[in-house]
């Protein structure tokens, strides 16, 4: 079945390093891949997304890309800030279906 | 507009209680979900429901039950409670006109069931 591999976390960083959080995925066909954001109390939101495959998908300065060759789809950023603060989830929706399949979620931590 | 709501944010129940967990959304969405989250695991579909009066399986319905009575709310419910259903519960709401994806996130209810 489909499925979604992150890293395990928690992840601590400085403010202003570089971010990067591994997805990796099993799907059949050609899945749609997302990466949603949690802030602590609140619900998850959709951070980004990529339809198919070399697709970059981007906001508030997070990307990633849509690997194919790899069944990647790694979270990146260049200068993280505390307020990135959060529990990151990778996700997919394998190709025409209705259901999402979520990775297990990788808490960041941004320090002064 | 306060988005999707959920009630209570945490609850502790005894083996065997039962209990309603309500969520409310004010944004005339049509999908209406419920997610559980587990230490280790992601999130995973309970149950769902596409239109006011309509509910359907997901991934792991059993022990759950729910209800849309009306558009606005979805009821989780569980009759017997088990320690195995202490776990973080999400509810989510979309529009009919927008992807799988597009989903809006309750900011969770936390349940421990000794």
């Known amino acids: 079945g489909d499925s979604v591999t992150q890293m395990e976390g928690p992840v601590t960083l400085s403010e202003e390093a570089f971010l990067t959080i591994n997805c990796t995925y099993t799907a059949t066909g050609y899945p749609s891949l997302f990466w949603y954001v949690q802030y602590p109390g609140e619900g998850l939101q959709l951070l980004l997304k990529?339809?198919?495959?070399?697709d970059k998908g981007s906001n508030k300065g997070f990307e990633a890309t849509y690997r194919k060759e790899t069944t990647s789809f790694h979270l990146e950023k260049g200068s993280v800030q505390v307020s990135d603060s959060a529990v990151y989830f990778c996700?997919?929706?394998?190709?025409?279906?209705?259901?999402?399949?979520f990775g297990t979620g990788t808490q960041l931590k941004v320090e002064l | 507009n306060a988005g999707v709501t959920q009630t209570p944010k945490f609850r502790v129940l005894k083996t065997g209680q039962s209990m309603t967990l309500l969520c409310a959304q004010d944004m005339n969405h049509e999908y209406m979900y419920w997610y559980r989250q587990d230490p280790g695991m992601g999130l995973r579909l309970i149950h769902y429901?596409?239109?006011?009066?309509?509910?359907a399986k997901g991934e792991v319905p059993d022990g759950y039950n729910v209800s849309r009575l009306k558009k606005q709310n979805f009821l989780l419910g569980l009759e017997s409670a088990a320690p195995s259903q202490t776990s973080v519960y999400f509810c989510?709401?979309?529009?009919?006109?927008?992807?799988?994806?597009?989903?809006?996130f309750g900011p969770g209810t936390r349940l421990l069931v000794l």
């Open positions: 996700a997919l929706r394998a190709g025409g279906g209705n259901k999402l399949t």
């Open positions: 429901s596409v239109g006011e009066g309509t509910t």
């Open positions: 990529a339809t198919k495959a070399d």
């Open positions: 989510a709401s979309r529009p009919d006109r927008d992807g799988q994806e597009t989903q809006y």
